[in-house]
T-cell receptor, first 118, second 112 residues
Framework: EAGVAQSPRYKIIEKRQSVAFWCNPISGHATLYWYQQILGQGPKLLIQ????????DSQLPKDRFSAERLKGVDSTLKIQPAKLEDSAVYLC????????????????FGPGTRLTVL | DAKTTQPNSMESNEEEPVHLPCNHS???????IHWYRQLPSQGPEYVIHGLTSNVNNRMASLAIAEDRKSSTLILHRATLRDAAVYYCILTITQGGSEKLVFGKGTKLTVNP
């Protein structure tokens, strides 16, 4: 079974530029998550989709970050304009359930995209 | 706003058992205890989860205290490939959905 795919793996941009990350979840997984992981910290949830609807985006800085999940499959996360503090690894994860997060649901993570903002 | 407390780091020797502790004194009756680990340069991966009873799987065992305020992840024979950051996580309910909230975890070093 193929895992969660993300691209690109690495990205270097200058501040105020824009950047986009792509995620392809495990086939059949209804729920998709984007996390931000700053060096030395655990992942922080940015946004959670159930199919193509947003379940939780309370931690997403909406003035500069946006995300979409068209047709309930692939997803893109965009930052525009980027700031120095956005330097981090952006992780995508997916889980099977169609009922949103369940207490026993397992999340499967992709390898992440390492963003460096100069 | 992580609800768990873990040591920042631990060391073990290869082929010896490892006991990774976690305190979660504010756990509620319906909270599951999850463990994920993150190997270097990879995304986190699921290890094990439990509610009240001890749990075993091919990767590890989870021992849960009777009052559920603490738990221990047990790796029976550590290998060099087990060197990772281990996260002990409780789910939280926010905005009508449940989600994982990661803390900083425990960095496990395995010595050959």
């Amino acid at each position: 079974e193929a895992g969660v795919a993300q691209s690109p793996r690495y990205k270097i941009i200058e501040k105020r530029q824009s950047v986009a990350f792509w995620c392809n979840p495990i086939s059949g997984h209804a729920t998709l998550y984007w996390y931000q992981q700053i060096l030395g910290q655990g992942p922080k949830l940015l946004i959670q989709f159930q199919n193509n609807g947003v379940v939780d985006d309370s931690q997403l800085p909406k003035d500069r970050f946006s995300a979409e999940r068209l047709k309930g499959v692939d997803s893109t996360l965009k930052i525009q304009p980027a700031k120095l503090e956005d330097s981090a690894v952006y992780l995508c994860a997916s889980s099977l359930t169609g009922q949103g997060w369940q207490s026993t649901d397992t999340q499967y993570f992709g390898p992440g995209t390492r963003l460096t903002v100069l | 706003d992580a609800k768990t407390t873990q040591p920042n780091s631990m060391e073990s020797n290869e082929e010896e058992p490892v006991h990774l502790p976690c305190n979660h004194s504010t756990i509620s009756g319906t909270d599951y205890i999850h463990w994920y680990r993150q190997l270097p340069s990879q995304g986190p991966e699921y290890v094990i989860h439990g509610l009240t009873s001890n749990v075993n799987n091919r990767m590890a065992s989870l021992a849960i205290a009777e009052d559920r305020k603490s738990s221990t992840l047990i790796l029976h024979r550590a290998t060099l490939r087990d060197a990772a950051v281990y996260y002990c996580i409780l789910t939280i309910t926010q905005g009508g959905s449940e989600k994982l909230v990661f803390g900083k975890g425990t960095k496990l070093t395995v010595n050959p």
